[in-house]
C-alpha cells in the first residue's frame, strides 16, 4: 500500500490533481503562460519556458508569430510588438489577449493539440472542444498558478531534433496522459501586460 501511495504522490497527474483552488485567489487580467517541468527520471527540465502561438498552434523553444496590418488609419503598430504570447480569461474559455476585431479563440482540437482561431474567422474544425478550462492556485511554495483541464494533461511532444531542453516541443492537452514520445509536463501562468500583439499569426 505504501509503494501504490508513493508512486500516486510522485506521479504528475496526482499532482496537478491535488492542487486545491483557492476561490478568488486566481487574478484577472492578461497572463502568459510557461511549461514547468522537474522530472525525476529524465533531465528535460523547464521552468517557466514561455508558451508562444505560432501557425494556429503552440510551442516551446519557437518565437511567437504575430501580425499588425500596415496603411489602417489610426492604427499604431508599434503598440503591438508582438514579442510574447498572451492569454485571457481561463475560468472556463481561453482566448488569445488581442485587439484585432472578434479575437481570437483558444480551443483544443481534435487530436488533442492546442490550438486558436485564425483572425476574422471562428472556424474550428468539428470535435473541438472550447469549454473547461480552469487556473487555480497551488498551495505549494510561491502559489504558483496552473492551467489546465479537467481529466486531462498536458504533454509537449518534440518536434524536429536539437537538444533535449532546447528543441521545439508542440503542446497537447489530453484524455489521458500517454503519447508516443511526448512528456508529462505542469503548465504554469504569470500576470502580464497586455494585448502584446494585434493578432497572432
Ligand atoms: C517566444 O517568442 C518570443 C518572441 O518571438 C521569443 O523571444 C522567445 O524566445 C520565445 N520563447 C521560447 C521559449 O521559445
Ligand atoms: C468562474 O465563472 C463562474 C460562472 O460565471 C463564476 O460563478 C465563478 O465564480 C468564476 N470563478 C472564478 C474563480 O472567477
Ligand atoms: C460533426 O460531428 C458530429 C458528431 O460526430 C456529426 O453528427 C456532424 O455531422 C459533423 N459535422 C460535420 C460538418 O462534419
Known sequence: M???????????????AAIVP???????????AGVWRQPIDDDVFF????????????????DTSAYCPDGIEG????LYPGSRTVFAGGNNTVSLDVSVPGGQQVYVAPDGSLSYTTAHSAF??????????????SEAFGA????????RSWLICPVGEGEPREKTYQLFI????????????GVRTYTSSGPDAWQYA
Open 174 to 185: 489530453l484524455a489521458g496522459n500517454q503519447k508516443e514520445d511526448c512528456l508529462l509536463t
Open 2 to 16: 505504501r509503494t501504490f501511495a508513493t508512486f500516486f504522490a510522485c506521479a504528475p497527474v496526482a499532482l496537478a
Open 47 to 62: 521552468t517557466g519556458n514561455a508558451i508562444n502561438a505560432s501557425g494556429g498552434k503552440f510551442w516551446v523553444n519557437k
Open 124 to 137: 474550428m474544425p468539428n470535435g473541438s472542444i472550447v469549454t473547461g478550462f480552469s487556473r487555480s492556485r
Open 75 to 78: 492604427l499604431d503598430c508599434t
Open 144 to 151: 504558483p498558478i496552473y492551467w489546465g483541464m479537467d481529466g
Open 22 to 32: 483557492r476561490a478568488g485567489s486566481v487574478p484577472d487580467g492578461p497572463w502568459t
